[in-house]
């Protein structure tokens, strides 16, 4: 990588994963002795790509103080928003009077902690000369439906169909501007989709199916299996 400009990370990492019922948000819950977040920060630090990871944590998170890896020189904290793009704004807001317009910003969810550095540099890689930027994403192995009052509507043709993962990668100024075009829209769901509403058609990279989101208390195991098959 030779490319001189910096490279943030950023992580929202504010959101109450309602999904896992579990007693804390997801991004807390224990995984082979540290919390998810942990793992999710200690992959990124440990690319040594990023000049900065800015983390977004809801304001009333009593646990985020609580970690070691919250005083990391290399990692700031925001303040959480209502919705995840809320909480990505956020986060560049806090890096605001260091980051250039042209910078690349990855923004990578708290809660998939399998990341891996190679997985980074295949995305820094496929997109550093790139205009707009783009996505890890995944081919859809399953037939995917279309689906109305628990009826099939419809088939959808698989071809055309990728799961958008992240880190989702664009340039700092760009993707400021799309989050603001897009406050308050709920079909922007990841950075991709707000760059989209602008116009832009962000580029998929092909990412590794290990890099699972915890969502479901079943993915805690899941996530413990992938990490220890990564070692
Ligand atoms: O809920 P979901 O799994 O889609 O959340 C994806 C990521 O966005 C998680 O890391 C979560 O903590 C974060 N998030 C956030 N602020 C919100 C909602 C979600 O930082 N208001």
């Not at 990279?205 to 915890?214: A, M, Q, T, W």
Request: net charge negative; hydrophobic share 40%; glycine share 6%.
């Amino acid at each position: 990588m030779t490319n001189t400009r910096s490279i943030w990370a950023v992580v929202p990492a504010a959101g109450v994963g309602k999904r896992m019922q579990a007693e804390r948000p997801k991004q807390y819950l224990e995984l082979a002795g540290k919390t998810v977040l942990e793992h999710t920060l200690t992959r990124l630090l440990q690319a040594e790509i990023f000049t900065a990871i800015s983390v977004a944590i809801s304001i009333e998170d009593p646990y985020w103080s609580e970690l070691t890896i919250s005083k990391n020189e290399h990692v700031l904290t925001a303040p959480g928003g209502k919705e995840r793009s809320d909480s990505v704004f956020s986060a560049l807001q806090a890096i605001s009077g260091r980051a250039s317009e042209k910078d690349w910003v990855l923004v990578h969810d708290a809660a998939r902690p399998c990341i891996t550095a190679a997985d980074i540099r295949l995305l820094i890689g496929s997109l550093q000369d790139d205009e707009i930027g783009g996505i890890l994403a995944l081919s859809s192995h399953d037939t995917l439906k279309n689906v109305e009052g628990g009826r099939i509507v419809g088939t959808l043709d698989r071809v055309h169909i990728w799961r958008a993962l992240t880190p989702q990668m664009f340039r700092y100024g760009q993707l400021k501007q799309a989050l603001e075009a897009s406050a308050g829209n709920p079909a922007v769901t990841d950075e991709a989709s707000a760059l989209e509403l602008l116009g832009f058609q962000p580029k998929i990279v092909e990412g590794r199916p290990d890099n699972i989101k915890i969502t479901r208390p079943e993915d805690l195991p899941l996530a413990q299996f992938y990490l220890e098959q990564q070692q």
